[in-house]
């Protein structure tokens, strides 16, 4: 696509139930990322993706969180048992890399989650 | 590790006046990327400017230029005669191997 797309924009949500954020990288890009970004705050890392290697999950804040990457595109992100402090906005983004080096990372509009 | 500091919270300009605003960082890697991003309201982070690492020339786009002091880790964007439209927050990051690092954002207002 032209562009890095997320569904939904906006989610709301009962506090206990399950989440999936869906993100749609720019075509042809290897890297793939997703940061949460809490109102007025910077931009947390969750996890990486690169190509086929294993992903960096170092960012995910608790086993509640988990993601996935299909045929190395389409990625979900999914929260169990939502709890009211994962409320935020959810960005990813993604990158092309020349060599070993990534260059600039694309972003998505995000997904605004609201746990009630 | 790596970090990126920014360490003005908030800073205001005059329209059609000069701001700069102020980036530190730190990486023990050998190629990586600068980048200075924009987030309106909209929350639509937007790149703005980019500089990779080997290159000595400053990167300009348009009213945007940096001052890459890489001895220093600095890495400083300068924005000229400041629009309305300015108005956002604006975030410096680090690319290289892995994942980028953000800095905690400067918040730009600028006055009418």
């Known amino acids: 696509g032209a562009g890095v797309s997320q569904s939904p924009s906006n989610k709301v949500t009962e506090k206990g139930k399950d989440v999936e954020l869906r993100c749609d990288p720019i075509s042809g890009h290897t890297a793939l990322y997703w940061y949460r970004q809490s109102l007025g705050q910077g931009l947390e890392f969750l996890i990486y993706f690169q190509g086929n290697s294993a992903p960096d999950k170092s960012g995910l804040p608790s086993d509640r969180f988990s993601a996935e990457r299909t045929g190395g595109s389409v990625s979900t992100l999914t929260i169990q048992r939502t709890q009211q402090e994962d409320s935020a906005v959810y960005l990813c983004?993604?990158?092309?890399?020349?060599?070993?080096?990534?260059?600039?990372?694309?972003f998505g509009q995000g997904t605004r989650l609201t746990v009630v | 590790a790596q970090t990126v500091t920014q360490s003005q919270p908030e800073m205001s300009v005059q329209e059609a006046e000069t701001v700069t605003l102020s980036c530190t960082y730190d990486t023990s890697e050998n190629n990586y990327y600068l980048f200075w991003y924009k987030q309106p309201p909209s929350r639509q982070m937007i790149l703005v400017i980019r500089q990779e690492a080997y290159k000595q020339q400053n990167a300009t786009e348009n009213r945007f230029s940096v001052n890459f002091q890489k001895a220093a880790k600095s890495f400083s964007l300068k924005i000229s005669d400041s629009q309305l439209g300015d108005t956002a927050m604006y975030f410096c990051a680090l690319g290289g191997t892995y994942k980028y690092i953000f800095g905690t954002g400067t918040r730009l207002k600028v006055l009418a």
């Open positions: 983004a993604s990158s092309f890399r020349t060599g070993v080096t990534n260059t600039e990372a694309f």
